[in-house]
């Protein structure tokens, strides 16, 4: 479980998160929405250490996350970055075995090797992909394989930032159903950052909506369609009109 | 007039406020950094890989500057040195020029051209695309995996590419003399050897090892705190450059001053 306790955030006079309350279940699938630059990624950061709250604490499994030793418990942790961020001067396979080749999760080189491949044909990789560079491939090619690097060392926590941002439309359906078909077999916890509704549909069990740095609405997929919370109907309709401004 | 003062003043506080703050922040930075080089893990492979990048790659570059460089000098003491009757001093001036002052200097601005500039673009660009953000998900420390490889790299490399740029410098000189300048090929390598002390080739050396320090940890310093975008890797890569040339020329004043007056 974890558990966002009044974070707030701000970077110089940009008050970013102004005191999120959120809390996630073990196993549950949690999608956060929100207009471009309300602090989703911030929020998710603050778990990872990326980003140092100001105030307010998080907790994962009861555990306090900002005074924790980061190495121990960053190894649960599995995280699809916007732009895949993978390291461009290693092959896929190196990238996916990252963690599995540094660290107290080190394997054999072989071992690693394997486990690689056989996570890349779980996102739809052929094995060939394994030795081929970051840069020979497709944005779709790239978004799996970072997954299949996020969920390498099968992590009890999955974060996905923007997992569908910059493909088409066929390949974002793709992306969501893997993140699904993986979230549901793993049994992980999962939170994904998002403002497409296609992924929202896909991938949530509950979902919350972050506007002007507080959680707005919270709750199951099912009620988010007549949740009667103003910001959370114009951003799921994407209508101009509403009490979120259109110029930010 | 008392307000025009007054701002001066704070305008200067600010300036010298701000020096002392970047020192800090990077006398924390080397700190920090130096703090992992006993701690495991270790990370061999990287650091194979970047002294591969900074001194085995340099040496072309180390090489052809350095011989024309000592080439150079050959013609300009010849030169010189016959205005008070003195062209014979050409080996031993040659020798101490280069040992003393050209063969460190040459090499820490070559590697500070060369190695400074793609460590910061490449630590910046890592920065921007969020793959610093990655290694820290991937329980990875990049001050343990990117900053240390390099910066003992840089250590333990810029000795070895100063003794080459040494050698080639006074082999550049050699040649001049001994082809077009009528010189003895014999009594020039004595000359040479002769002359030089055992303290002009640690200076040598220790240069060396103290430039490649600073050059490589520039271009971390730098990459790693890079801003975003294009804009912020270009800048921070220019920054990098101008900020080790700057401090290794410093720190080449001060390291001839300890040695050689103290």
């Not at chain 1, 944005?139 to 493909?167: C, H, N, W, Y």
Request: with cysteine; aromatic share 8%; proline share 4%.
């Amino acid at each position: 479980m974890i558990t966002f306790d009044n974070i707030h955030k701000s970077f110089g006079a940009n008050n970013v998160l102004c005191g999120v309350d959120l809390i996630v279940d073990r196993g549950q699938s949690m999608v956060i929405i929100g207009g471009s630059g309300t602090g989703k990624s911030v929020l998710i950061k603050t778990v990872l250490g990326l980003v140092t709250p100001d105030n307010g604490k998080i907790f994962v499994n009861k555990q306090d996350m900002i005074h924790a030793k980061r190495d121990n418990f960053l190894s649960k942790f599995g995280m699809l970055f916007q732009g895949g961020a993978l390291f461009d001067s290693m092959p896929v396979w190196q990238n996916v075995a990252f963690r599995l080749q540094r660290g107290h999760l080190k394997l054999p080189k072989t071992k690693a090797r394997e486990i690689a491949i056989e996570k890349l044909r779980r996102v739809g990789l052929a094995p060939d992909v394994a030795d081929r560079l970051p840069a020979e491939l497709s944005g779709g090619m790239q978004k799996r394989v970072s997954l299949a690097r996020a969920i390498a060392a099968d992590p009890e926590i999955i974060f996905f930032d923007e997992p569908t941002t910059g493909l088409d439309p066929i390949m974002a359906r793709v992306i969501n159903d893997l993140i699904r078909k993986i979230v549901v077999e793993m049994g992980a916890t999962a939170i994904t950052i998002t403002h497409d509704m296609a992924s929202v549909a896909t991938i949530a069990d509950k979902v919350a909506m972050l506007h002007d740095g507080v959680i707005k609405w919270c709750g199951t997929l099912d009620d988010m369609a007549h949740s009667g919370n103003s910001h959370v109907d114009q951003f799921i309709h994407g209508r101009a009109e509403g009490p979120i401004k259109t110029l930010r | 007039m008392i307000l025009s003062l007054i701002e001066s003043i704070i305008a200067l506080g600010r300036l010298v406020f701000g020096a002392f703050s970047a020192l800090g922040r990077v006398v924390i930075f080397i700190i920090t950094t130096l703090s992992h080089i006993f701690r495991p893990p270790f990370y061999p492979r990287e650091f194979a890989s970047a002294v591969m990048n900074v001194g085995y790659l340099s040496l072309p570059v180390v090489g052809i500057t350095s011989i024309f460089t000592g080439a150079a000098l050959a013609l300009q003491i010849y030169s010189g040195g016959s205005r008070f009757n003195a062209p014979e001093v050409v080996p031993q001036i040659v020798a101490i020029g280069m040992v003393r002052e050209l063969g460190p200097v040459l090499v820490g601005l070559m590697i500070a051209a060369r190695v400074t500039s793609s460590i910061t673009a490449e630590l910046a660009t890592m920065k921007v695309t969020e793959q610093i953000d990655a290694l820290i998900t991937l329980s990875t420390v990049p001050l343990k995996y990117l900053v240390l490889p390099r910066v003992l790299a840089g250590f333990l490399v810029g000795p070895i590419l100063v003794g080459v740029a040494d050698s080639v410098g006074i082999l550049g000189g050699f040649l001049v003399a001994t082809q077009t300048l009528g010189f003895n090929s014999a009594t020039y390598i004595l000359d040479t050897i002769n002359f030089l002390t055992s303290a002009d080739i640690i200076s040598s050396l220790a240069k060396g090892a103290a430039f490649g320090f600073i050059a490589t940890l520039m271009g971390c310093y730098y990459g790693l705190n890079s801003g975003r975008g294009a804009q912020g890797v270009g800048t921070a890569t220019k920054s990098s450059v101008q900020a080790a040339a700057v401090l290794i020329l410093a720190a080449n004043f001060l390291l001839t001053a300890v040695f050689f007056t103290a």
